[in-house]
């Protein structure tokens, strides 16, 4: 079943929920998000979802496919807003993707939000180091993607003057404390989540480096 909004508006039990989904609306609209996934259930849930702002959505089904997607995007000069990545994914997985793109001069600034079934804080620290801007755990429901989607676009959108103004916490730069605040936001609150141990020990690692 493809995701519908009208349906849930339909529905008034789900009138709510769906208000929720449509509140980052005017901030995604035109937004050009390419979206990396093997599954193709979920490539055609985004792109309902995504539709419903009036978001452009790409799709790839793997790293590899993906890569030559946001290079062939680039020398088009066709801006890409957001990569949302799955991590397991035949041929090429998400973290090597996302090692690709920040290894490319061209690419490197793309945010990126991790959207994977994988919750061990192992792969989320790990992520985290890769400067992601987000990390949603499968099954994500549809008001708390676009919600993300939507706070990312805010936070890349800031004046940059605005952002080097921004005091340090424990040490870490901005980009670390935004990182910090979205897996916090992905934990929701629960000490003994693995997002929540992930943040802990993302900051006790880059404590370590400064």
Known sequence: MVF??????????????????????????????????????????FGALLGTFEAECLTA??????????????????????????LKMPAMGGQELIREIRADEKLRDIPVVIHSTANDRQTIVKCASY?????????????KISQTLAEVIVEVERDP????????VCGLSASDVRILMNLIKEAAGDPNDPVAIAVMEFIRERQKSK
């Open 131 to 143: 400067g992601i801007h987000g990390y949603l755990i499968k099954p994500s429901v549809p008001a």
């Open 4 to 45: 519908s909004v009208d349906d849930t508006l339909n529905d008034s039990a789900n009138k709510k929920a769906a208000e929720e989904i449509l509140k980052p609306g005017p901030i995604l609209k035109g937004k050009r998000i390419i979206v990396v996934d093997d599954s193709i259930m979920m490539r055609k849930f």
């Open 61 to 86: 089904d793997n790293g590899i496919t993906a890569l030559a997607s946001l290079r062939e995007e680039y020398e088009s000069s066709r801006r890409i807003d957001i990569a949302v990545v799955d």
């Open 161 to 168: 003057e605005e952002k080097q103004k921004e005091s340090n």
